[in-house]
Each structure stands twice: as structure tokens, then as C-alpha cells.
């Protein structure tokens, strides 16, 4: 059984990873807070059952990726309400700075790339790159061999770097 110490210090060291992880994979940061946060709870709901030889940073991404599945699969029936026109005074709004609107841009495009990428190959690479989990945890997470993570990987690498090279123009002319 996890004490709560024990817990506290698995949070510190997966909620971050995992949050990363689901906006990485198309969740708004407030959305994958809440997820994370919802991960943890069923984590400790279960708490009697783990042990700290058991993979929780595994267990935690599983959970969260069925949290997120149920999420939308609830969110796609909901109806949206319509946005009322609220009156803003242009004179209390903050201007970005350009380098704060050169970082959303490049967020953005990293955003759409990731996006573009099939699922398996999206879901290899942000469990590894962000995730920040092994090849062999994602292999047994995903029920798949390792070499076929290590392909999803090495080709979702080359995918970016295709919807990507426009940016290197950009970098280099600063």
C-alpha cells in the first residue's frame, strides 16, 4: 500500500510528464490538468492494491489515456451554448510581447504537426519524448514489440522534421 508521502512524491515526479504528455496529444492545458488530477484520485482510490515495485508512471499514463477517451466520448454530445457579446476596454488589455507571439507561433505549428501524425506513431513519440517513458515500459503499455516502437518513433521523428523544415528558414533569419 502507498502512503501519502509516497504518493506526493510519484505526482511531483508524473503529473508533469503527463500533463505534457495529453496536450501534447490534443488536450487544452486546463483540460489535462483536471485529467491528471483525476488520474491521481483514481491512484489513490487503488492505493491498497500498489506497491512501489509496481509501474504507476505506466498505470497513470494508461489511466489517463482512457480518462481522455471517456472525455471525449461525453464532450461529443454536449451542445455548446451560445457566447454572448461581451464589451471589452481595449485600454486594460496586456499587448504580448513579440517574443511571447513568436513562442505561440511556434507552439501552434508544433501543435498542428503533432496533430497531423497518425495515432500510433503520435502516441509513441509523446509517451517517449514527453511522456519521458522507456521503449520497453511503451512496448508493454501498448501491447507491442519493441522494435515496433522504436520504428513508430524513428518515423514520427521524420514526419515532424518534414511538416517542420519551414521553421529552420525562420530561425536562421533571426
Not at 19 to 33: C, D, F, P, Q, R
Request: charged content about 35%; overall charge negative.
Amino acid at each position: 500500500m502507498l502512503t501519502i508521502q509516497q504518493m506526493k512524491d510519484l505526482y511531483n515526479e508524473i503529473a508533469p510528464r503527463l500533463t505534457n504528455y495529453l496536450v501534447a496529444n490534443g488536450e487544452s492545458y486546463e483540460s489535462a490538468k483536471d485529467l491528471v488530477q483525476d488520474t491521481f484520485i483514481k491512484l489513490w482510490s487503488k492505493r491498497e492494491q500498489f506497491s512501489l515495485d509496481d509501474n504507476i508512471s505506466a498505470m497513470s499514463f494508461t489511466i489517463a489515456k482512457n480518462l481522455r477517451i471517456d472525455k471525449f466520448r461525453r464532450d461529443k454530445f454536449m451542445v455548446e451554448q451560445e457566447e454572448f457579446d461581451v464589451v471589452v476596454d481595449q485600454s486594460t488589455l496586456i499587448n504580448p510581447t513579440e517574443e511571447e507571439e513568436y513562442l505561440e507561433y511556434i507552439r501552434n505549428c508544433l501543435k498542428k504537426a503533432l496533430d497531423e501524425l497518425p495515432e500510433e506513431l503520435r502516441e509513441c513519440y509523446t509517451l517517449f519524448n514527453i511522456g519521458e517513458m522507456s521503449i520497453k515500459e511503451i512496448a508493454k503499455q501498448l501491447s507491442i514489440s519493441e522494435s515496433l516502437v522504436k520504428v513508430r518513433i524513428h518515423r514520427a521523428k521524420e514526419k515532424l522534421a518534414d511538416s517542420l523544415s519551414y521553421l529552420k528558414n525562420l530561425v536562421s533569419e533571426d
